[in-house]
């Protein structure tokens, strides 16, 4: 199942390139750009406004999540599309003025402009609405496939930032039991130096005071080791590429796991001992904070 994007554009028209009026001519544009639901914004001319139900009913099923701006026009919109007139129509035109002019003698015929601006307006109700609804169906297509090839590229973003993510996590496996042992050597001496002043002339024994140390030295040593930490963001990694794999709604569930990888990346630059782990804590929070701006743009 693919990944989509909440990002993307898409248009369709109706009608010929004649512009013929009973053809009813209809262009429709579809924006989208990310938010927490689907948020469906309209800009319908007034006489398809009855269509407004219809159209949230198809975007409903098309997405789930995104702002989308829906845009119509209709031929009638521009002062410079002229239709072309139908036999149907100058028939029933002809009709109507040879009645009235039975009825009123002195009338004036009608000029070609009145002709053309009554045409412009004798489309039909029903065939304007199908010709909106066709090409809104075809809009909501190429919107959706829009998305889809826009979530290609996230998910490619994503892939990469995770590879860099692992491999930071690899380097900093070796430095853990390192970095304690190096801790551990580093406090003893210091606690040594420490006992030594303090109890110069003190009885307590050397057995005790080294004890003491070592259990000291011991909980210092839990304190800063980041195995844990290690252990849960490369879980977290896992779950990530799982689901970029398996594709479909999941923007939400990596934005839960997103914060998740920021906690651990934060955790192990606040217990970091070694200079090394703390670069490569700021490293991982730039990598993470990347994925953060992206996984928002996910449906």
């Given amino acids: 199942m693919a990944v989509y994007s909440m990002t993307g554009y898409a248009s369709a028209a109706s009608g010929g390139a004649a512009a013929d ?36 009913e198809l975007l409903g099923a098309a997405f789930r999540r995104g702002k989308i701006e829906v845009r119509i026009n209709t031929q009638r919109d521009s002062a410079d599309a002229w ?3 139908s036999a149907e129509q100058l028939n029933r035109l002809g009709r109507l003025e040879g009645m009235v002019q039975g009825w009123l003698p ?14 412009r307006g004798g489309t039909p109700a029903e065939r304007l609405d199908e010709a909106t609804l066709d090409a809104a169906r075809r809009c909501i297509a190429g919107l959706r496939e829009a998305r889809a090839r826009e979530g290609e590229r996230l998910v490619a973003m994503l892939l990469d930032r995770l590879q860099r993510l692992r491999e930071l996590a690899a380097q900093a496996g070796p430095l853990v039991p390192q970095v304690v042992q190096r801790q551990q050597q580093r406090f003893l001496e210091r606690w040594n130096e ?17 004890d003491r140390a070592l259990s000291e030295a011991a909980a210092f040593a839990i304190r800063i080791d980041v ?14 590429e799982r689901l970029l794999e ?16 920021q906690r651990e990346a934060n955790t192990l630059g606040s217990k970091s001992a070694a200079l090394e782990l703390t670069a490569i804590s700021v490293e991982m929070k730039v990598l993470v904070e990347q994925m953060r701006e992206q996984v928002q743009n996910i449906e």
């Fill in 246 to 261: 398996t594709g479909g709604e999941l923007g939400k569930r990596l934005d839960f796991l997103i914060q998740e990888l």
């Fill in 106 to 119: 002195t009338a004036r015929g009608l000029s070609v402009n009145e002709v053309l601006q009554w045409c």
């Fill in 194 to 210: 420490a006992v030594g002043s303090a109890n110069a002339g003190a009885t307590v024994s050397a057995q005790a005071l080294q």
């Fill in 83 to 85: 239709p072309t007139p």
């Fill in 21 to 56: 009026a009973a053809a009813a001519a209809v262009s429709v544009e579809a924006r989208s750009v990310n938010g927490r639901f689907l948020d469906l914004v309209f800009r319908l001319p007034d006489e398809l406004r009855g269509l407004e139900p219809a159209l949230r």
């Fill in 227 to 240: 195995a844990e930490e290690l252990t849960r963001l490369s879980s977290h990694l896992d779950e990530i």
